[in-house]
């Protein structure tokens, strides 16, 4: 089986909102960095997310995702089909959802609550880039991820 990790942490320090994303196969194989101001948490969580998944499926071979996150409830808006302030993020992630399970009806997907107190060192890692991270937007007077990202 071939499978994907996607590792991320999100924080929110002086209104400013960071997102670190590691993807990793049998190494480290991509790292992503976003910020942006005045969202919440669940936003920033969901955002890594959308980016891990999006990158992922465009891997080869991969027939297995596992996403690792705290918290776990952010993950749930994916599959929330009611009408909420994340559905632009679980809207793009279910189309990249339905690409990936649709090149193989094996593909799986796993999503993992993986605690800060957990002490995993690969969470740990990129928990502790993202309380030390100090990043100002380029934009500071916009305010969305969908900005930021264009």
């Not at 409830?73 to 959802?97: C, E, G, K, R």
């Not at 090149?103 to 969470?123: A, T």
Request: a positive charge; aromatic letters at 10%; charged letters at 15%.
């Amino acid at each position: 089986m071939n499978t994907i990790l996607i590792i991320s942490n999100a924080n929110i320090k002086n209104n400013v909102a960071s997102s670190i994303l590691h993807i990793h196969r049998k190494q480290n194989i991509a790292k992503n960095i976003h910020h942006t101001m005045n969202i919440t948490s669940t936003k920033v969580e969901l955002f890594a997310i959308r980016c891990g998944i999006n990158q992922t499926i465009q891997l080869q071979d991969i027939d297995y995702i596992i996403i690792v996150i705290d918290p776990i409830p952010a993950a749930w808006h994916i599959f929330d089909i009611s009408i909420h302030p994340y559905q632009l993020n679980s809207i793009t992630i279910s189309n990249d959802l339905r690409v990936f399970f649709n090149k193989n009806s094996n593909n799986m997907i796993s999503f993992w609550d993986c605690l800060s107190n957990n002490k995993w060192p690969s969470h740990l890692l990129i928990d502790k880039e993202s309380k030390y991270l100090k990043a100002i937007p380029v934009f500071s007077s916009k305010y969305s991820w969908e900005f930021s990202r264009k």
